[in-house]
């Protein structure tokens, strides 16, 4: 409500507090027909028109970070057939981990940059990052085959750095402009742009790598894993124009913090939301990524003709089932609440989970049977963590911090997907493989009780809202900066109704 009593929930009467209003213009300039001009005005039409290929561009972008994610799968057992003596389990799960401690990376520093130098720096940033590190891969070599996997140990790192930073920038740019663009829909599209591309990446993989194995053949088996990495390379190129030209949101331009960051309020505003994402992603990532990773592996030790091919099938076939389960989330998003599917999806964990891993002996004699139970489990995923995770990470925090906190977010759920690669191969050699589905299990229940008790029940209101709600506590709690860039730059506290202020100043002692 306003100060007038007026309703502000739709997207007309968004809670603007700034002294400064939004500086746009319906009439046709001659700004509106070059994009690439800069002014210090920006006009409706050129925003809106930004927003929609920042949409679109996110989800064909993030498609690349998904076929990367999910490129080792049939490459780890390509090179397993080729290098039998020197690829070892420890030399495979450092290739694989290089990719991750890269995100790592990635997600922190991108997600810094992505607020305080604008979405723009750190796509462009990112996209760099997997051309020079998919060109590397591609020409991995070495004096000898050990020195060929370094070179190529080291190529992951690099483009690890660059998926994991598209995470919070893409993510961020996209769920900025889809608030501006389509409010009611926001969390639909932001799925469809961001979880989609990534589980979508799988089975494109897969593809990319039976096309190679039919044209190449057994007998070159050099060639089938480069030309792999090679595609790596192109899928980020295919929007690179479009991204050098895209402009910040107008929630960026607005709620940016640039300078003296108050990163002590920051924590004490969030620290129960940051809980909530951190944790369930990092249980989310410990399950799935070594279960997509490894899953090529666990297929061809249960299939009969465990040929290359064969293999891939079977994987491509495990990657289309997982797939309904994104396509579900978006649907049920906005009627069941984020936060009610998230459970949901870590529920599909326990039961699934359970089904394989107390009969898992009897369900791998029956291969289709034993890939719907897997492909049950991985979609359940994408129904619930997989697509809310990034969501609820980018709607839970104001613009000002939200690519740092989806980063750090990011970050240790792929510090869970490092340690879940790093002990998936001892807890198959030492337990069995049933205990990697029943662990699966065990991951459910705890991310049901971190979705519980810290996730916040994000509606799907106005990110406006959100952003009005943090600036009125960093006021309160004497913060003095100043917010925004051009056309929208003011103080912090410019705008801001008293009884709003003196709200949050009555609330100081619990930072509610």
Same mark, same amino acid.
């Given at each position: ?38 002014? +210090? ?14 949409? =679109? ?15 080792? *799968?049939?490459?780890?057992v390509v090179l397993k ?26 997600q922190i520093v991108i997600?810094? *940059? ?5 979405? +723009? ?20 070599? @070495? ?37 501006? $663009? ?19 990446? @799988? ?51 607005? @709620? ?6 108050? $990163? ?33 592996? &666990? ?8 040929? &290359?091919?064969?293999?891939?099938? /079977? ?13 579900? @989330? ?18 599909? /964990? ?9 009969? $898992?002996?009897? &369900? ?5 049977? =034993? ?37 750090l977010s990011a970050a ?8 879940? *690669? ?10 069995? +493989? ?19 008790? =810290? ?24 913060? +003095? ?9 003011? *103080? ?21």
């Open positions: 409500m306003d100060a007038s009593g007026n309703n502000m929930g739709n997207q007309q009467d968004k809670p603007v507090f700034a002294s400064q209003p939004v500086t746009t213009t319906d009439s046709l300039t001659e700004a509106d027909s070059d994009p690439t001009t800069s002014t +210090k005005f920006v006009s409706s039409k050129r925003q809106r028109l930004s927003d929609l290929f920042t949409i =679109f561009c996110a989800g064909f972008a993030l498609i690349s970070d998904g076929y990367q994610n999910n490129l080792m *799968t049939m490459t780890n057939a080729e290098y039998p003596k020197q690829y070892t389990s420890d030399v495979s799960t450092r290739v694989s981990n290089a990719l991750l401690v890269g995100e790592i990376f990635g997600g810094l *940059t992505c607020d305080y130098l604008g979405r +723009k720096v750190a796509i462009v940033t990112t996209t760099l990052m997997i051309v020079i590190g998919g060109i590397l891969g591609t020409a991995s070599n @070495g004096v000898t085959i050990e020195g060929m996997f370094w070179m190529m140990t080291v190529a992951r790192g690099i483009v690890g750095f660059g998926t994991g930073g598209e995470y919070p920038a893409s993510s961020a740019s996209a769920t900025e402009s889809a608030n501006e $663009y389509t409010l009611s829909q926001r969390g639909p599209i932001f799925i469809m742009v961001t979880n989609f591309p990534l589980s979508f990446g @799988g089975p494109l993989a897969v593809i990319v790598f039976l096309i190679a194995l039919a044209a190449a053949g057994n007998e070159h088996l050099s060639t089938v894993w480069r030309v792999n990495f090679g595609v790596g390379i192109a899928l980020p190129l295919t929007v690179f124009y479009f991204r050098v030209k895209m402009l910040n949101s107008k929630l960026y331009r607005r @709620g940016a913090i640039k300078r003296s960051v108050p $990163y002590g309020l920051v924590l004490r505003y969030y620290w129960k939301a940051l809980i909530g994402t951190c944790g369930a992603w990092f249980l989310y990532d410990f399950v799935t990524f070594p279960n997509g990773v490894f899953s090529g592996v &666990i297929i061809s030790s249960v299939v009969k003709d465990g040929s &290359i091919r064969s293999t891939a099938e /079977y994987q491509l076939l495990l990657g289309a089932l997982a797939l309904p389960g994104v396509f579900l @989330g978006a649907v049920f998003c906005n009627r069941w609440g984020r936060k009610n599917v998230m459970m949901v999806g870590f529920g599909g /964990y326990l039961v699934f989970g359970l089904i394989i891993g107390v009969a $898992y002996d009897q &369900i791998t004699k029956i291969i289709p049977l =034993f890939i719907i139970f897997y492909a049950l489990l991985l979609s359940s995923g994408n129904f619930g963590p997989g697509d809310m995770l990034g969501l609820l990470s980018s709607e839970s925090y104001a613009t000002a911090v939200r690519g740092t906190c989806y980063g240790i759920g792929k510090t869970g997907a490092a340690v879940g *690669t790093e002990v998936f191969q001892p807890i198959q050699n030492n337990l069995g +493989k049933r205990w990697t589905f029943i662990i699966a299990a065990i991951c459910g229940v705890a991310g049901i009780l971190v979705t519980y008790f =810290f996730i916040p029940n994000v509606s799907g209101e106005d990110l406006s809202l959100e952003d009005e709600k943090f600036r009125a506590y960093l006021v309160a709690h004497g913060w +003095k900066g100043e917010m925004g860039e051009e056309d929208l730059k003011d *103080t912090a506290e410019a705008g801001i109704p008293s009884d709003v202020v003196h709200e949050h100043v009555d609330l100081k002692g619990t930072d509610a």
